[in-house]
Antibody, heavy 117, light 110 residues
Framework: EVQLVESGGGLVQPGGSLRLSCAAS????????MNWVRQAPGKGLEWVAY????????HYVDSVKGRFTISRDNAKDSLSLQMNSLRADDTAVYYC??????????WGQGTMVTVSS | QSALTQPPSASGFPGQSVTISCTGT?????????VSWYQQHPGKAPKVLIY???KRPSGVPDRFSGSKSGNAAFLTVSGLQAEDEADYYCSSYAGDINWVFGGGTKLTVL
């Protein structure tokens, strides 16, 4: 079964840091580009970051550039998101997502990040 | 990186058809045939219904169909069923490895 399982969410103070992880299983992880997509409470979806399958080319939404870093370890079938200088408007459920054909086909269950003092 | 525009709500009776619109610009919806649609039930992760404007992944019923005209895309749900009540989001590739989503449409089955 194709599966993505996120972890690492929690409560963090403004200005703090958090590292999210995503464990992939059931498919050849190294063949797929991966993304993080977030959803603030009661709000819509927002694409956050992308990393290519092999070259690790990385792209970000403007609001997180310079603060968030996406990375992957193909040997461990894992994806990460290092989040620094967190702000209240980063509060959201963060989904690990596999893309293909320019669409988001496989989603994890999500991990909640709350930025609050 | 502006969000795509969707109506906040839509509704229909069981068995009827409902169409949800998604309006963007020539830099996203109008510029690429990479529009996708997602269904999200409360407390659940989104699920892809349509990709590349009108293609359905295996397992998605053919009651769900997608189309595009200019800078607007459309999701049609035919033969509405109670389990179709959910939030629906459109998304489009916007070039330079960048995606935008719509604000979402809450579909109510009356």
């Amino acid at each position: 079964e194709v599966q993505l399982v996120e972890s690492g969410g929690g409560l963090v103070q403004p200005g703090g840091s958090l590292r999210l992880s995503c464990a992939a299983s059931g498919f050849t992880f190294s063949r797929y580009s991966m993304n993080w997509v977030r959803q603030a409470p009661g709000k819509g979806l927002e694409w956050v970051a992308y990393i290519s399958s092999v070259t690790s080319d990385k792209h970000y939404v403007d609001s997180v550039k310079g603060r968030f870093t996406i990375s992957r370890d193909n040997a461990k079938d894992s994806l990460s998101l290092q989040m620094n200088s967190l702000r209240a408007d980063d509060t959201a459920v963060y989904y690990c997502v596999r893309d293909s054909d320019y669409a988001f086909h496989i989603w994890g269950q999500g991990t909640m990040v709350t930025v609050s003092s | 990186q502006s969000a795509l525009t969707q109506p906040p709500s839509a509704s229909g009776f069981p068995g009827q058809s409902v169409t949800i619109s998604c309006t963007g610009t020539s830099r996203d919806v109008g510029g690429y045939n990479y529009v996708s649609w997602y269904q999200q039930h409360p407390g659940k992760a989104p699920k892809v219904l349509i990709y590349e404007v009108s293609k359905r992944p295996s397992g998605v019923p053919d009651r769900f169909s997608g189309s595009k005209s200019g800078n607007a895309a459309f999701l049609t749900v035919s033969g509405l069923q109670a389990e179709d009540e959910a939030d629906y989001y459109c998304s489009s590739y916007a070039g330079d490895i960048n995606w935008v989503f719509g604000g979402g449409t809450k579909l109510t089955v009356l």
